[in-house]
């Protein structure tokens, strides 16, 4: 027999940044983060986790190649939801797993993301998210999202704010295990739908410093991040969720682009210094900079994660129609501004 459980997980965009970690291992971050989470036909991972007792070994399969589960990462989120194992039933099929039985019982796993791995979007956050939930379901482990949140986590930082829509805080905790650094729900994803996001694909080549590495040396490096995590960010946080819940687009976009700076000037000041963006990302914030003040009030949001690619956050699906069109005609796809295409975050444009 086999029994399988297949799980959806979108990925989110940080507009409080994540970018250093206080515990390598059990990856705790230097600071609290907060993102949005993309809505799931546009960009999310798919997995299949499947348990059999024909299977000799754990093994999982990427967009349909195999690899490696050797990694710390993938071991950790297996070996906690084991721990968190309970007992299933199919009575239909007269199958009973116990508890105990799950500690010899191997998985298969199988992962696809909806969007090319080659387009140069993060895909570590919801493949993560969507392991762990799908896991989680499949040996009946009775932890909520928030707990689950602190597992996803262990895979990869970000992902443990996938495990909710809408925006979501990454609360960094303070308690040595880890325990307390999980991810909560800030408000639903109905709370401020005519947000519109689309991503420009300024590059598909694989970014030269993985965020891994670069938070790594940030941390060993950078003052600027220590006065960030400590003065900055925590007010910033603050101020974010009250933007968010008073659906507040000025405030939000004037702290949305500001953090992405400054997390990238965080990155200029880490020895030797990280350049993530490049001229075209660049040229995409003047632009967007030159339009929000010519309108006088902000009518789009940028920000950039570990590479070249822009997320722009459209206050409306009037103000994503013209960014569009400036877009286009500034920046059109295979030109020699280095941009490849347009990928919609949302679709209620
Ligand atoms: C710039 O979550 O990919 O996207 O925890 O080492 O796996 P690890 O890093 P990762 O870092 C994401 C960094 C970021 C900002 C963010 O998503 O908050």
Excluded at 83 to 112: N, P, Q
Excluded at 133 to 149: G, P
Excluded at 250 to 258: D, G, V, Y
Aim: hydrophobic letters at 40%; a neutral charge; aromatic letters at 8%.
């Amino acid at each position: 027999w086999v029994i399988m459980v297949t799980a959806q997980t979108p990925t989110n965009i940080a507009v409080i940044k994540y970018w250093g970690k206080r515990d390598e291992k059990l990856i705790l971050p230097v600071n609290d983060s907060i993102s949005v989470t993309l809505d799931p036909a546009h960009l999310c991972t798919t997995t299949t986790v499947a348990v059999s007792p024909s299977f000799a070994q754990d093994r999982m399969w990427l967009n349909g190649k195999e690899i490696s589960l050797s990694g710390g990462r993938y071991q950790n989120c297996l070996r906690e939801i084991r721990a968190r194992a309970c007992d299933v039933e199919d009575k239909e099929r007269g199958i009973k797993i116990s508890k105990k039985d799950w500690e010899k019982l191997y998985v298969h796993i199988a992962s696809y993301n909806n969007f090319p791995t080659a387009a140069g979007l993060a895909s570590s956050a919801a493949g993560f998210a969507c392991l762990v939930f799908a896991l989680a379901k499949l040996m009946n482990a009775k932890e909520d999202n928030s707990e689950l949140s602190a597992i996803a986590r262990q895979g990869s930082g970000s992902a443990c704010r996938s495990l909710f829509g809408g925006f979501v805080k990454w609360k960094m905790g303070k308690v040595e295990d880890g325990s307390d650094s999980l991810a909560v729900q800030v408000v639903d994803e109905k709370h401020w739908d005519d947000l519109v996001i689309i991503i420009a694909v300024v590059s598909s080549r694989q970014k030269e410093t993985s965020s891994t590495t670069g938070m790594r040396e940030t941390v060993e490096t950078s003052l600027l991040l220590q006065h960030r995590a400590k003065e900055i960010v925590p007010k910033r946080i603050v101020q974010m969720e009250e933007s968010i819940k008073n659906r507040n687009f000025a405030s939000f976009a004037h702290l949305t682009c500001a953090d992405s700076n400054q997390f990238h000037a965080v990155c200029m000041d880490t020895c030797p210094p990280i350049f993530y963006m490049n001229d075209t990302s660049h040229r995409i914030i003047s632009c967007v900079e030159k339009w929000n003040r010519s309108v006088g009030t902000p009518q789009v949001a940028y920000t950039f994660d570990a590479g070249p690619n822009a997320v722009l956050i459209a206050h409306n699906r009037k103000a994503a129609a013209q960014l569009l069109q400036k877009l286009l005609f500034y920046f059109p796809p295979n030109s020699d501004t280095e941009l490849n295409s347009y990928v919609l975050g949302d679709k209620s444009i």
